[in-house]
């Protein structure tokens, strides 16, 4: 045992030493903080300011308002023009009141639904007149002409601000066109029972400007006729642009004559 025991005091040692070493190495941090550092250190996620953002918000509205114009009396009655106008623009037209009882109603029938819609297809007053509805047409472009002074008093809509504040770019003056040339044409005598008729019309483009009796019945009785007649048919002529025109109670034969003048003038003048 003696001899044994420098030797076995040398294996406890070893063994000693072994042990020592096993616990430091237990005792050793799992893993390089540089590399958990890098582990950790992911990708950095984009912040909400990097990312794009969606495109929100409507697109701007125009406001729509209301102009009513003045009530015009005519011989049958009131007439009365409602616009409904977007950014400076007609975008409906309403009689409010128009002429009614008896014939009027079938020709207010007639001839407003044509006036509404011309009034936004020209975006003005200057629009023709429905034939055989003279009055009910004259009142109605004086109203429409008075809705759009009111509308243009205030501002018309035109370069005010949108739904976003900000105003509207301003228009680029729209280029004037040429003026239409102006023609004075004869129609031919038309001869009628109470005397020879002829009409002569002032024309720009091919749009009747004015209309005038050169030749009508006279004399007797004919001279009442043809005063209260002649102004009834020329006002007829320049509303319809044609010769589509009614006669005047009580001056049939000058009503005929002057469509058969008013005719030929319009053959001569290409329309």
């Known amino acids: 045992m003696k001899k044994s025991h420098p030797i076995r005091r040398t294996m406890l040692a070893a063994a000693a030493t072994v042990s020592g070493i096993v616990l430091l190495l237990?005792?050793?941090?799992?893993?390089?903080?540089?590399?958990?550092?890098?582990?950790?250190g992911a990708a950095p996620q984009r912040t909400a300011a990097g990312q794009e953002s969606p495109q929100g918000g409507s697109a701007q509205q125009t406001g729509t308002r209301t102009v009513t114009g003045d009530v015009v009396k005519t011989e049958y009655g009131p007439v009365q023009v409602r616009l409904s106008l977007s950014d400076g623009r007609i975008v409906k037209a309403d009689a409010v009141q128009a002429p009614q009882g008896g014939t009027s109603d079938q020709k207010t029938a007639l001839a407003v639904p044509r006036l509404n819609k011309a009034a936004v297809a020209a975006q003005s007053a200057d629009i023709d007149a429905v034939s055989g509805a003279t009055y009910t047409s004259g009142g109605y472009k004086k109203s429409l002409q008075s809705a759009l002074d009111k509308a243009k008093a205030t501002g018309g809509g035109s370069g005010s601000a949108g739904a976003s504040g900000t105003s509207a770019s301003p228009k680029a003056p729209a280029a004037k066109a040429p003026a239409a040339q102006t023609?004075?044409?004869?129609?031919?005598?038309?001869?009628?029972?109470?005397?020879?008729?002829?009409?002569?019309?002032?024309?720009?483009?091919?749009?009747?400007?004015?209309?005038?009796?050169?030749?009508?019945?006279?004399?007797?009785?004919?001279?009442?006729?043809?005063?209260?007649?002649?102004?009834?048919?020329?006002?007829?002529?320049v509303a319809a642009g044609s010769a589509d025109i009614d006669a005047v109670s009580g001056a049939t034969y000058t009503s005929g004559g002057y469509k058969k003048s008013l005719q030929s003038a319009l053959d001569k003048a290409g329309g």
């Open 26 to 40: 237990s005792l050793k941090p799992a893993g390089d903080p540089a590399a958990a550092s890098a582990q950790d």
């Open 183 to 237: 023609r004075v044409i004869t129609g031919d005598v038309a001869r009628t029972e109470y005397g020879p008729v002829q009409v002569r019309l002032v024309l720009a483009g091919t749009k009747i400007t004015k209309a005038e009796t050169v030749q009508a019945p006279s004399g007797g009785r004919s001279t009442q006729v043809t005063a209260d007649a002649v102004p009834k048919l020329n006002q007829e002529a």
